[in-house]
Protein backbone atom coordinates (compact mmCIF):
# COMPACT_ATOMS: atom_id res chain seq x y z
CA UNK A 1 0.00 0.00 0.00
CA UNK A 2 1.38 3.39 -1.38
CA UNK A 3 1.49 6.14 1.34
CA UNK A 4 0.59 9.70 0.02
CA UNK A 5 3.17 12.66 1.18
CA UNK A 6 2.50 16.05 1.51
CA UNK A 7 4.87 19.03 0.85
CA UNK A 8 4.14 21.78 2.24
CA UNK A 9 6.27 25.13 1.35
CA UNK A 10 6.63 27.97 3.63
CA UNK A 11 4.68 30.63 2.90
CA UNK A 12 7.00 33.53 2.35
CA UNK A 13 5.95 36.81 4.11
CA UNK A 14 5.41 39.66 3.28
CA UNK A 15 8.77 41.04 4.67
CA UNK A 16 11.02 38.37 2.87
CA UNK A 17 8.93 39.58 -0.53
CA UNK A 18 10.45 43.18 0.39
CA UNK A 19 13.83 42.47 1.63
CA UNK A 20 14.43 40.28 -1.52
CA UNK A 21 12.94 43.46 -4.01
CA UNK A 22 15.19 45.30 -2.45
CA UNK A 23 18.49 43.26 -2.51
CA UNK A 24 17.52 42.98 -6.21
CA UNK A 25 17.41 46.37 -6.55
CA UNK A 26 20.56 47.19 -4.66
CA UNK A 27 22.69 45.08 -7.37
CA UNK A 28 21.23 47.12 -10.58
CA UNK A 29 21.99 50.00 -8.92
CA UNK A 30 25.83 50.08 -9.35
CA UNK A 31 25.11 49.06 -13.32
CA UNK A 32 22.75 52.14 -13.75
CA UNK A 33 25.48 54.12 -12.82
CA UNK A 34 27.68 52.96 -14.45
CA UNK A 35 25.69 53.41 -18.03
CA UNK A 36 24.69 56.94 -17.14
CA UNK A 37 28.29 57.82 -16.50
CA UNK A 38 29.65 56.38 -19.27
CA UNK A 39 26.84 58.65 -21.50
CA UNK A 40 27.72 61.23 -20.13
CA UNK A 41 31.17 60.83 -20.78
CA UNK A 42 30.30 60.06 -24.92
CA UNK A 43 31.45 56.88 -24.26
CA UNK A 44 28.34 54.88 -25.38
CA UNK A 45 27.54 50.73 -27.38
CA UNK A 46 28.67 52.11 -30.77
CA UNK A 47 31.56 52.84 -29.27
CA UNK A 48 32.75 49.61 -28.60
CA UNK A 49 31.23 48.34 -31.66
CA UNK A 50 33.91 46.92 -34.07
CA UNK A 51 34.86 47.99 -37.84
CA UNK A 52 32.24 47.21 -39.50
CA UNK A 53 29.53 48.29 -37.56
CA UNK A 54 31.20 51.94 -37.28
CA UNK A 55 31.13 52.11 -41.15
CA UNK A 56 27.59 51.12 -41.07
CA UNK A 57 26.50 53.73 -38.77
CA UNK A 58 28.69 56.32 -41.10
CA UNK A 59 26.90 54.81 -43.99
CA UNK A 60 23.34 55.12 -42.49
CA UNK A 61 24.17 58.88 -41.73
CA UNK A 62 25.77 59.29 -45.13
CA UNK A 63 22.50 58.08 -46.47
CA UNK A 64 20.56 60.42 -44.90
CA UNK A 65 22.72 63.50 -46.25
CA UNK A 66 21.98 61.90 -49.59
CA UNK A 67 18.60 61.73 -49.39
CA UNK A 68 18.69 65.32 -48.24
CA UNK A 69 21.23 66.66 -51.21
CA UNK A 70 23.53 67.91 -47.90
CA UNK A 71 26.62 67.92 -50.36
CA UNK A 72 28.73 69.24 -47.02
CA UNK A 73 28.00 66.45 -45.19
CA UNK A 74 27.70 63.70 -47.88
CA UNK A 75 32.00 64.54 -48.65
CA UNK A 76 32.72 64.86 -45.06
CA UNK A 77 34.08 61.47 -45.08
CA UNK A 78 35.93 61.27 -48.02
CA UNK A 79 39.79 61.23 -47.71
CA UNK A 80 41.76 64.65 -48.93
CA UNK A 81 42.93 62.48 -51.77
CA UNK A 82 39.63 60.15 -52.30
CA UNK A 83 39.07 59.01 -55.85
CA UNK A 84 35.37 58.30 -56.69
CA UNK A 85 34.70 56.44 -60.03
CA UNK A 86 30.67 57.81 -60.73
CA UNK A 87 28.23 55.94 -63.10
CA UNK A 88 26.94 58.53 -64.82
CA UNK A 89 30.60 60.42 -66.25
CA UNK A 90 33.17 58.52 -68.10
CA UNK A 91 35.78 59.76 -66.08
CA UNK A 92 36.72 59.29 -62.41
CA UNK A 93 36.77 62.44 -59.67
CA UNK A 94 39.96 63.17 -58.03
CA UNK A 95 39.72 64.53 -54.30
CA UNK A 96 37.71 65.80 -51.57
CA UNK A 97 36.86 69.00 -53.10
CA UNK A 98 36.27 67.88 -56.60
CA UNK A 99 34.00 64.86 -55.32
CA UNK A 100 32.58 67.78 -53.30
CA UNK A 101 31.77 69.77 -56.18
CA UNK A 102 30.51 66.56 -58.10
CA UNK A 103 27.44 65.80 -55.93
CA UNK A 104 26.85 69.79 -55.28
CA UNK A 105 25.97 69.39 -58.69
CA UNK A 106 24.69 66.21 -59.23
CA UNK A 107 21.76 67.51 -55.89
CA UNK A 108 21.06 70.61 -57.99
CA UNK A 109 20.83 68.79 -61.21
CA UNK A 110 18.77 65.51 -59.31
CA UNK A 111 16.65 67.71 -56.20
CA UNK A 112 14.73 64.46 -55.85
CA UNK A 113 16.71 60.90 -55.06
CA UNK A 114 15.63 58.27 -53.21
CA UNK A 115 18.00 54.63 -52.87
CA UNK A 116 17.15 51.24 -51.91
CA UNK A 117 20.19 48.82 -50.45
CA UNK A 118 20.42 45.47 -51.10
CA UNK A 119 22.73 42.84 -50.01
CA UNK A 120 24.79 45.41 -47.99
CA UNK A 121 28.28 43.87 -46.76
CA UNK A 122 31.11 45.15 -45.03
CA UNK A 123 34.57 43.19 -44.65
CA UNK A 124 37.65 44.34 -42.38
CA UNK A 125 40.81 44.02 -42.56
CA UNK A 126 44.38 44.86 -41.36
CA UNK A 127 43.70 44.85 -37.67
CA UNK A 128 40.22 46.42 -37.95
CA UNK A 129 42.10 49.52 -40.08
CA UNK A 130 40.16 48.77 -43.29
CA UNK A 131 36.81 48.02 -44.37
CA UNK A 132 35.40 47.35 -48.04
CA UNK A 133 31.52 47.86 -48.27
CA UNK A 134 29.86 46.32 -51.13
CA UNK A 135 25.75 47.10 -51.86
CA UNK A 136 23.29 46.90 -54.62
CA UNK A 137 21.81 50.17 -55.10
CA UNK A 138 18.17 50.90 -57.07
CA UNK A 139 18.17 54.83 -57.69
CA UNK A 140 15.75 56.63 -58.46
CA UNK A 141 16.15 60.42 -59.61
CA UNK A 142 13.79 63.17 -61.04
CA UNK A 143 15.75 65.86 -62.49
CA UNK A 144 14.54 69.60 -62.36
CA UNK A 145 12.23 69.14 -65.48
CA UNK A 146 10.22 66.33 -63.27
CA UNK A 147 11.47 63.54 -65.73
CA UNK A 148 12.26 60.27 -63.43
CA UNK A 149 15.42 57.83 -63.83
CA UNK A 150 15.51 54.50 -62.04
CA UNK A 151 19.16 52.71 -62.13
CA UNK A 152 20.65 49.48 -60.64
CA UNK A 153 23.71 50.52 -59.35
CA UNK A 154 26.80 48.12 -57.69
CA UNK A 155 28.87 50.35 -54.95
CA UNK A 156 32.44 49.43 -53.90
CA UNK A 157 33.47 51.71 -51.11
CA UNK A 158 36.72 51.63 -49.31
CA UNK A 159 37.13 52.83 -46.18
CA UNK A 160 40.44 53.29 -44.22
CA UNK A 161 40.63 54.55 -40.65
CA UNK A 162 43.09 57.67 -40.20
CA UNK A 163 44.16 58.12 -37.00
CA UNK A 164 40.50 58.25 -34.96
CA UNK A 165 38.08 58.61 -38.03
CA UNK A 166 36.63 56.63 -41.01
CA UNK A 167 37.88 58.23 -44.16
CA UNK A 168 37.06 56.90 -48.07
CA UNK A 169 40.13 56.56 -49.84
CA UNK A 170 37.95 54.64 -53.09
CA UNK A 171 34.37 54.95 -54.14
CA UNK A 172 33.26 53.07 -57.21
CA UNK A 173 29.88 53.19 -58.75
CA UNK A 174 28.52 51.31 -61.56
CA UNK A 175 25.67 50.88 -63.41
CA UNK A 176 24.45 47.04 -64.66
CA UNK A 177 21.02 45.74 -65.87
CA UNK A 178 19.99 42.97 -64.22
CA UNK A 179 18.48 39.80 -65.94
CA UNK A 180 14.62 39.33 -65.97
Request: charged share 20%; net charge positive; hydrophobic share 40%.
Amino acid sequence: MATAVTITKPRTTREEIVKHHRSVKLSFTPAIYLVALLSLLGVTPAAWAGAAEEVAVIGQQRAAAYEKGDADAYAADYADNAIFTPSLQPFRVDGKAAIKDYFTTFFQTYPTRHTVARQGSNRVYANETIVVSNAYLILTLTDKSGNVGVHDLRVSTTWVKMGSEWKIVDQHVSQFRPTP
